[in-house]
């Protein structure tokens, strides 16, 4: 492959150079020269490097203020209608700030958000003193995009009173489950949940610690500090050009750590802040969370405890921050309070453990379709390759090699088909996408890469030598992403393979580069200043040989199925400020010329199946409920109607396991008795997989593979 070296030394290079900008300590002091140097900075390399080359105008300053305001109150539970009135006076005018070094909007928000916070201290106590009737029907809308900031203060003091009545009942009646499960260990009655006489012994102590716990959230907003909140204002004028796009200011080497890949070591978990939120992007084969099997990418971090401690609320806090609640050591357990994406919540137990590495490679089986023929089965979690150069003398993984030994195996097996798995898999090395891809095709281009300067290579299989040539059919969802989606595009495009999934991948089809800001000092005399951080930036973009980009849009596979991720709106194209689909020439490509699917005849087969089986009928009505579930923002707010929603969202999820659909860990006493099952056993109740055996079906096979292309 003529880019391996070229991408693993870029890539090294690249990592070693955002090191040296991360590795010194945050100044203590405030110092005003050395911010307007960033922003200098800012103002005049983003719109220079960023592939889009976006002019830093009105359009790009309303895109940041835009960015920055919906992080600094993203539950509009602080500010007020005029208070943001009286920001948006800069909406149009942060380009300016920059370029002339005057900024003003950080320090003017920091001042009226940390005085709205200290009224707000002052209400809660009021409101707590006051008491809640548990019984009042009261409602709380959950999403922050359907409401308006508070008109008033009236209106502020009810926002806030709906707010901590909602703690205190969910408090109240997770210390009614845990005296229960006490109880009922003691054989003796339980306490009921929706009674007209709560116990007061329990709800005595749920109002102390919600009042305990909101006002340590509260004392924690007044400690960030001015350079932070400068800090989140470069970021959000760095996010307005894309959402890889990021300043990062300095840290420690712990948290540079945590920035770069957001790993969580103990849990395994990649996570993002997302306007004050922690989500969840992507969970780390054979990690812990991956074995627990309950967390999913998408799902909001709400609050952290551990096993028998308070829960702690994660709300507002930047991710290194929360970082260091969820941490801790092997064997201990963690409990997370996650929001889903259809509105859902649940306590996840996650016993913190080392990610099980033989789990994050490629794994291979054989499974069969009805007649008994052998189809071969490949999943490939990520596109990974060490370049530490292996570890006591021995040979470092790649993909590729293990790819390509997986196919060798199955081939000695007499496999008459095989399934490529590439669902949720996040991406990985470029190099080896294109190698990857080279296992199944004669040679020729993979993929095209366009620089900021409009340069566009393309990258080749130059090996004419084919690893495996019989039929062939690439599984992927919303979550497959970056190198992924290459190869999926490439094997698409040369009509190799049936590409069958959801409705799209992910959409990331852009490379980014980390510039060290202290390396690209205007002049040698302002080295005076501490560390100024660095910028990640999108430099390239990544296009399909027929030309079109894998960015925005994704892969659309050839046969689209439900999913129960159809609901969720994940993926690039949901995102603020993402690059849009475009194309560039279709470089031109030789046809497969071995045994391919009729991509019409397969659609048609797809359908005829789907609409006889149970499971899929299982995943759209679910999938149905979910997305309405996810519409209905606005929640109750007094005891029988948060009981009767608990009870109605458990009955989901007990459907939804008993379907297969997702894991439950039942009481939540013992997180480590679920095993996680073999691989084999998961293929085989897995739907996608009995759709694609059905596709390949020994008498079908003809019907739908057409002999050599002449």
């Not at 009928?617 to 999938?623: D, Q, R, T, V």
Request: overall charge neutral; charged content about 30%; proline content about 4%.
């Amino acid at each position: 492959m003529r880019i391996t070296r070229y991408v693993a030394g870029w890539l090294c290079a690249a990592l070693i150079l955002c090191w040296t900008a991360q590795a010194k300590v945050m100044p203590v002091e405030f110092d005003t020269g050395r911010n307007r140097l960033i922003a200098y900075m800012l103002s005049h390399q983003l719109p220079a490097q960023h592939f889009g080359h976006k002019p830093f105008g009105d359009e790009l300053s309303q895109a940041a203020f835009k960015l920055y305001l919906r992080q600094l109150d993203p539950r509009k539970r602080f500010l007020l209608k005029a208070d943001v009135e009286q920001l948006s006076a800069f909406a149009d005018h942060i380009d300016d700030e920059l370029s002339r070094g005057r900024i003003i909007l950080p320090d003017a928000a920091m001042q009226i958000l940390n005085d709205r916070v200290k009224e707000v201290q002052g209400l809660v106590d009021q409101i707590m003193d006051a008491g809640f009737d548990p019984h009042r029907k009261d409602y709380l809308e959950t999403d922050p995009k359907k409401i308006e900031p508070p008109a008033d203060k009236t209106e502020l003091k009810d926002r806030w009173r709906r707010s901590l009545k909602m703690d205190v009942l969910e408090t109240y009646l997770t210390a009614i489950e845990k005296k229960n499960k006490e109880l009922k260990k003691e054989g003796k009655p339980q306490l009921a949940e929706d009674t007209e006489q709560v116990d007061k012994k329990l709800w005595d102590e749920a109002m102390t610690k919600v009042r305990k716990r909101t006002h340590n959230y509260l004392h924690r907003l007044l400690q960030v500090t001015r350079q932070e909140h400068y800090n989140r204002y470069f970021d959000a004028v760095a996010r307005a050009f894309d959402p890889h796009t990021n300043y990062m200011a300095p840290t420690s080497k712990e948290d540079f750590d945590i920035h770069m890949s957001g790993s969580l070591e103990g849990i395994g978990a990649l996570l993002r802040e997302d306007d004050g939120h922690i989500k969840v992007v992507r969970i780390i084969p054979g990690s812990a969370a991956e074995r627990q099997g309950q967390l999913h990418a998408e799902d909001t971090i709400l609050a952290v405890s551990e096993k028998d401690g308070d829960p702690v609320d994660i709300s507002d806090m930047r991710i290194r921050e929360a970082v260091s609640y969820i941490r801790g050591p092997k064997g201990t357990e963690v409990r997370l309070t996650v929001l889903r994406p259809d509105g859902a919540r649940q306590v996840i137990p996650i016993v913190r453990d080392v990610v099980k590495i033989e789990e994050t490679y490629v794994k291979s089986t054989v499974v069969k379709d009805s007649k008994g023929k052998k189809i071969g089965y490949i999943r490939i979690p990520s596109f990974y390759r060490d370049f530490s150069g292996g570890r006591n003398g021995e040979k470092p993984r790649n993909v590729t090699d293990d790819t390509r030994s997986a196919l060798y195996k199955l081939k000695k097996e007499g496999i008459s088909g095989l399934i490529l798995d590439l669902r949720n898999n996040g991406g990985g090395s470029l190099s080896d996408a294109v190698e990857v891809s080279g296992l199944f095709l004669p040679g020729g281009p993979v993929v095209q890469v366009k620089n900021s300067q409009g340069m566009i290579r393309v990258l080749e299989d130059d090996d004419s030598n084919v690893a495996y040539d019989g039929p062939m059919i690439v599984l992927v969802n919303q979550f497959a992403a970056s190198a992924s989606e290459i190869l999926a595009a490439a094997l698409q495009d040369y009509g190799r393979a049936l590409v069958v999934g959801g409705a799209h991948t992910h959409g990331k089809g852009t490379v980014q580069a980390l510039v060290d800001l202290n390396r690209n000092l205007p002049l040698l005399h302002l080295k005076k200043y501490d560390d100024l951080g660095a910028l990640k930036v999108t430099i390239q973009k990544f296009y399909r040989v027929n030309g079109g980009s894998t960015q925005y849009r994704g892969v659309i596979p050839d046969v689209v199925l439900p999913s129960l991720l159809d609901y969720m709106k994940t993926g690039e194209q949901y995102m603020d400020n993402s690059l849009p689909w475009d194309q560039v020439e279709d470089v031109g490509r030789m046809a497969w010329k071995g045994p391919r699917f009729e991509v019409k005849l397969a659609r048609e087969r797809s359908s005829e199946f789907v609409a006889g089986n149970k499971k899929f009928e299982k995943i759209a009505e679910e999938s149905l409920k979910a997305e309405k579930r996810s519409k209905e923002t606005k929640v109750a707010d007094f005891l029988s109607g948060i009981v009767k929603e608990r009870k109605e969202l458990e009955q989901a999820r007990k459907e939804a396991e008993e379907a297969g659909f997702i894991s439950m860990t039942g009481d939540h006493e013992d997180t480590e008795s679920t095993e996680k099952k073999s691989l084999d056993e998961q293929l085989a109740e897995d739907p996608y997989v009995s759709l694609v055996l059905f596709l390949m079906d020994g008498d079908k096979l003809g019907e739908q593979v057409i002999g050599k292309v002449k």
